[in-house]
């Protein structure tokens, strides 16, 4: 089972166009409490860290990631069959990362940010 923060590889070969391509590490946002799913809401991730300089690009750290500095590209966020993950978590990204993140998921769909958080 897969948590929300882990960052995971996912196999992307069935891509088409501008959807991300290969295997690529990704974020997964998904809520942990949601279980029994064959899928999982993930972000996935770039090594191009120009791409942190875009307004939907979050830089996650080699610390977090696990193997080297990447960039999550909010704009991509998709949901991923489980049994197309490669292998198990390299990293879990920290709880200020996922809440750049979660923001930017917030503003790329038009959601009041402070929703995610109790006053």
């Known amino acids: 089972m897969l948590l ?3 960052v995971c590889w996912f196999d992307f070969s069935d891509a088409e166009g501008s959807e991300p391509d290969k295997r690529r590490s990704c974020v997964v946002v998904q809520t ?31 610390a977090e990631s696990g193997t080297h500095d990447v960039v999550a ?3 991509l966020l998709c ?20 809440q750049r993140i979660l923001l930017v998921l917030c503003d790329l769909l038009g959601i009041d940010a402070s929703v995610l958080w109790d006053p």
Not at 49 to 56: G, H, I, N
Not at 79 to 97: F, H, I, N, W
């Open 79 to 98: 949901a991923r069959d489980l049994g197309r993950a490669c292998g198990g978590p390299t990293g879990t990204v920290s709880e200020a990362t996922l």
């Open 4 to 6: 929300r923060r882990q």
């Open 73 to 75: 590209l909010c704009h």
């Open 32 to 62: 942990s409490a949601v279980r029994g799913l064959g899928t999982v809401l993930v972000v996935p991730c770039s090594s191009e860290l120009r791409r942190a300089r875009q307004p939907t690009g979050v830089l996650v750290p080699a």
